[in-house]
């Protein structure tokens, strides 16, 4: 039996399974908690104050996607890193985040000055430590996302969200505002640094070897250059929303992507990191790759289609029932950018597969793509306001998302149709529980929120359930079996 055999072996029966239920519970439960802590913290606070801080995190968004993820990424993809890797990867990023932290800090009053809104400068100067703290974690997680000790990552992020969200709420029942804000992801973050150098087992070494950087930085100007346009892609809406809504439009708007983007990381990410570590892992096996792929797609598809259409058909309902009234103004862009949250979720693979065969410069030139439409249909969408832009964020993705899809198919020699029959089943089953469920909206009686909003999605799982049942019962059956096997296997240890 061969070395890459054996490799197979221990990535499907232990490492897959055991890491998804793990990342999962990373990301749904911290998700879970994050999203109770938002809406504490929402109910609290005026939209102003959170487009403000939504604004500010721009930057700190724009230094770790650039900076701290390059080299992260780039020392994740190798097929098989070594110590001395990781210890270049970490001084890298430290470096880096030190400079992107100072600066950071050196230039807040003048971004204040520029930009008009007020209280800006506090939060990028908080923004700062956060920057510097993650620049020191990020090898840390690294790691052990490529050993798949998810368990690890689990306690971490439950550990600093439930740390970070009392000090925020805390502050915020005080009435400090922006400072409220502020001090909750600095807190998550100093408590996520001390939690994952106390669960890590590897350090860094002093010694750093010059070969390691190069081929490191070799790799990493590609994923840098992604994150440069993708950052563009994914935020410069927001930057549109506060040029000409100012503040209170741009929480309006932050909430319900917010919102949208939660749900796509309580998913995608969970999977994403069993997925990119087991492509990373299945480089040689093209026929392997391509299952992987498929059955990734098809069964996070059957999960995240039909939750992201019942948030577009019940948006007014949740946003009234979680957030109150004075954000109903998100309701109608909640409605729209669901849209956006479902091609993120399953997209994401399209994006791990070009980096773990070795096309960053594919990513590259995709997400340069999107970023020049993107910027383009706002400069179009803006001075119409919040739904124009929103419609256009939507269109847009719609239109580029076949381009990162058959960039992936290409690499592992994937036809179209087994990609779009792994789709099928979930979308179907998710535009009847939708039309159900409007109709349904429309028929009910006057009751109260959450009365409406539990019959609405109980009549809406029911009806998908029966649909999807109905005309992909195989991977159905597959998905019950899975769990009842994983149970068994639990019951017995």
């Keep these: 039996m061969t070395g890459l055999q054996l490799r197979h072996e221990n990535i499907k029966p232990r490492s897959i399974v055991s890491g998804v239920i793990w990342s999962a519970l990373d990301s749904a439960v911290g998700q879970a908690l994050t999203l109770a802590i938002y809406m504490i913290m929402a109910r609290l606070l005026s939209p102003q104050i959170l487009g403000i801080v939504a604004t500010g995190a721009l930057a700190l968004e724009f230094c770790r996607a650039v900076l701290i993820e390059s080299i992260a990424i780039a020392v994740q993809a190798r097929a098989e890193p070594k110590d001395e890797d990781y210890t270049a990867s970490f001084w890298l990023i430290a470096g880096l985040s030190l400079f992107a932290a100072l600066a950071l800090f050196a230039s807040s009053s003048a971004i204040e000055r520029f930009s008009g809104l007020s209280d800006i400068a506090i939060v990028l100067k908080g923004f700062c430590i956060v920057v510097a703290v993650q620049g020191l974690s990020r090898t840390h997680e690294a790691w052990l996302m490529r050993n798949q000790l998810f368990r690890s990552l689990a306690i971490r992020s439950l550990s600093s969200i439930s740390v970070g969200g009392a000090v925020g ?274 028929a009910m009686p006057a009751t109260s929120p959450w009365l409406r909003l539990a019959a609405l999605v109980l009549l809406g799982s029911s009806v998908y359930l029966v649909v999807v049942v109905a005309i992909a019962r195989p991977a159905v059956v597959r998905i019950c079996q899975e769990i009842l096997s994983r149970v068994r296997r639990s019951s017995r240890t």
Aim: with cysteine; glycine share 8%.
């Design 169 to 442: 709420i805390g502050l915020a029942i005080q009435g400090y505002g922006v400072v409220a804000l502020v001090g909750q992801l600095v807190s998550t973050s100093l408590i996520s640094l001390v939690s994952l150098w106390i669960l890590t087992p590897w350090r860094p070494r002093l010694r750093v070897s010059r070969q390691a950087v190069v081929e490191l930085l070799s790799y990493a100007r590609y994923v840098a250059l992604t994150g440069i346009t993708n950052f563009a892609n994914a935020n410069s809406d927001l930057i549109f929303v506060t040029w000409y809504t100012g503040a209170a439009g741009a929480g309006l708007y932050s909430l319900a992507k917010r919102l949208v983007n939660a749900v796509s990381t309580v998913i995608g990410n969970a999977l994403n990191r069993v997925f990119f570590a087991t492509i990373a892992g299945l480089q040689h096996d093209r026929g392997a790759s391509r299952s992987t792929l498929v059955a990734f797609v098809m069964y996070t598809s059957l999960l995240t289609a039909p939750i992201f259409a019942g948030i577009a058909v019940l948006a007014p309902d949740l946003i009234t029932a979680f957030f109150g009234s004075k954000w109903s103004g998100a309701a109608p862009l909640l409605a729209i950018m669901s849209v956006t949250g479902f091609l993120t979720t399953i997209g994401l693979y399209n994006h791990s597969v070009i980096l773990a065969f070795g096309k960053p410069h594919w990513q590259t030139w995709l997400t340069l793509i999107y970023a020049v439409s993107n910027i383009a249909i706002f400069i179009l969408a803006a001075p119409f306001g919040l739904i124009a832009i929103a419609v256009g964020y939507v269109a847009r993705a719609l239109l580029l998302y076949p381009l990162s899809a058959g960039a992936s198919m290409r690499i592992l020699s994937l036809g179209i149709r087994p990609y779009a029959a792994a789709l099928m089943p979930a979308l179907a089953g998710s535009a009847v529980m939708a039309c159900a469920v409007a109709a349904a909206s429309v």
